[in-house]
Nanobody
Framework: QVQLVESGGGSVQAGGSLRLSCAFSGDIAHRVCMGWFRQAPGKQREAIATIRHNDDHTEYADSVQGRFTISQTIAGNTLYLQMNNLKPEDTALYYC?????????????????WGQGTQVTVSP
């Protein structure tokens, strides 16, 4: 099976930066596409970035484009999300997720394995 463990969340002032990590373990067949999602209180979960393991193809939500960068280690066992110029509206619980299909887009329904989440709080 697959296990995903996020870390790196915390509290930061607006304009600051954080880097989230997601440690992957398990069957690499389920690690073709990895993504970061977030859910703020009272809102639906949002897919913010995806990356495909074999060619590093990435996609971003408009809300984070130019501020956040998704990346992965060559071995593919750690996923990162570098978050710069954070805004109060970025406050949310951030999740990493993965699936084994080549088509790698920001569609939550495609993702089968999820971590428990790490909290990011941005103060004005």
């Amino acid at each position: 099976q697959v296990q995903l463990v996020e870390s790196g969340g915390g509290s930061v002032q607006a304009g600051g930066s954080l880097r989230l990590s997601c440690a992957f373990s398990g069957d690499i067949a389920h690690r073709v596409c990895m993504g970061w999602f977030r859910q703020a209180p009272g809102k639906q979960r949002e897919a913010i970035a995806t990356i495909r393991h074999n060619d590093d193809h990435t996609e971003y939500a408009d809300s984070v484009q130019g501020r956040f960068t998704i990346s992965q280690t060559i071995a593919g066992n750690t996923l990162y999300l570098q978050m710069n110029n954070l805004k109060p509206e970025d406050t949310a619980l951030y999740y990493c997720a993965t699936h084994g299909s080549y088509v790698c887009i920001r569609d939550e329904a495609d993702f089968h394995y999820w971590g428990q989440g790490t909290q990011v709080t941005v103060s004005p």
